[in-house]
Structures are given as C-alpha cells and as structure tokens.
C-alpha cells in the first residue's frame, strides 16, 4: 500500500495504490494528514483508480478525513472509486458526505 | 452433506496477517471457478472477520487465529474464523451497523454490515473470556451457469 501527495493551489490530492486494509489504513492517514494540516487546502481529493482491495477500515480512512476536513471547512472529494469500492463506500452512506466523481 | 474439499489455517493475531488470510482463503476457493466479483466479496469478508479477531478478539494480545473453509458438491463455500479472545458481550448489538468500541482507531462499527452485505450467510457465536466464531457461507456461481 502506497499514497502519492500532489499539493496544488488549496487542494491536496492523495493518490493511494495497492490494497486498503486495518494494516496499511494506519500508514495512510499519517501521510494524509500530515500534508492537510500543513497546506491547510480547500479540498481533499483522494484518488482510489490504483487502489486493488478495500475493507471497512476504508470507509474508516474516509470517515476520519471527511472530519479533519469539516473542522477546517474544507470539501473532501472522492475520485476514480473502481466498482467494488464504490459498493462499499454506498452502503457506508459515504456518498452523502462526499463528492463521488 | 459431505465437504469434497477443506483447509485449515493457523496464524498469530498480527495485522500483517490480514493481507495474508483474505489471500489464502480467495486462493483456496479458485478451484471453484468464481467470477472475479465473488472473489473479492469473499476476499473482503474474510478481511473484516479477520480484523476483528485481531482488533477486538485480542485487543492489546497476539493470539492465534484459526480459519477452516469447506467447500460443498453444491458449489457453496463455508469459511469459519474462530478466536480464543475476549468474546463479545452483546451480539446483537455488535452486529448493529456503526456499533463499534473502537471509534479511537477510526474503525467504521461496519464489519459484520459489510460481511452480511457480501455473503449469503454469516452467524456469530460468542462466549466472553472463551472466543467468538464468525460463520460465512456463499454460494459460488460457476461462470457458465
């Protein structure tokens, strides 16, 4: 499991690869946050195209973000979920917190 | 009914053992000629029922977690994951989606929701200070049928 941090102009987009689980979510949202509570941006995107496999511990990750977003005031975006994730994130009701795209 | 094929796994409760146990059980069903859809459902079932032995079952211990997986002449796969932990107090209430104990650690409280939504079948049985066992059965689909 990997993540790969863009910083644009107020927007983060963190690229992550391989395979979400309770091991490797930990990693992540050390990397995320970190580059959030520094560039401070509008929007968090989180790109999920190189993403392999995803558990609960996912829509943990997701959860967690969207409310280090809102306490900045801050959007969290969602982007390029393949089908199975998107199932998952559905029935977490994920898509009522975030922007799917 | 007689299983016509079974396995057995024995791991310590390390959460690098996840990745290794959804693996194991995801290679093991190949012979049953799944589509790559009901291979990553079982897959993420095994994961969650996993990751709750080692977060929940031996919160702040390395047990041992054990997997059998029978696989029936009627195209149906069971898969127990038993621990030798904490148990679980109430059940019902574990089962309930968003019910978790360990909001600290960002978990969901959405494992067995996404267990039940992937699987035909899934029990829990429980005993505090004994254990908990998590049933999972599917049904294989064959692609040509």
Known sequence: MAVEIQIRENVVVACLSGEIDHHSAVGLRETIDQSVIQAKPEELILDFSLVTFMDSSGIGLVMGRFRLMQETGGRLVLQNLPAPIKKVMRLAGLDKLARLD | ?145
């Open chain 2, 1 to 145: 009914m007689k299983a016509i094929n079974t396995m057995r796994l024995c791991f310590d409760s390390r959460s690098s053992n996840e990745s290794f146990a959804r693996t194991a059980v995801a290679a093991f069903l190949c012979g049953m000629d799944p589509t790559v859809e009901e291979l990553g459902e079982v897959k993420t079932a095994v994961s969650e029922a996993v990751t709750n032995c080692i977060v929940h079952g031996y919160r702040d211990m390395i047990g041992k977690v054990y997997i059998t997986a029978n696989i029936y002449e009627d195209n149906r796969i069971v898969i127990k994951i038993k621990d030798k932990g904490c148990g679980i107090e109430d059940v019902k209430k574990a089962m309930e989606p968003l019910f978790t104990t360990a909001a600290a650690e960002e978990r969901a409280g959405l494992g067995f929701a996404v267990m039940e939504s992937m699987m035909d079948k899934v029990k829990v049985s429980s005993q505090l200070q004994k254990g908990t066992t998590v049933v999972l059965e599917k049904r294989i689909v064959s692609k040509g049928e």
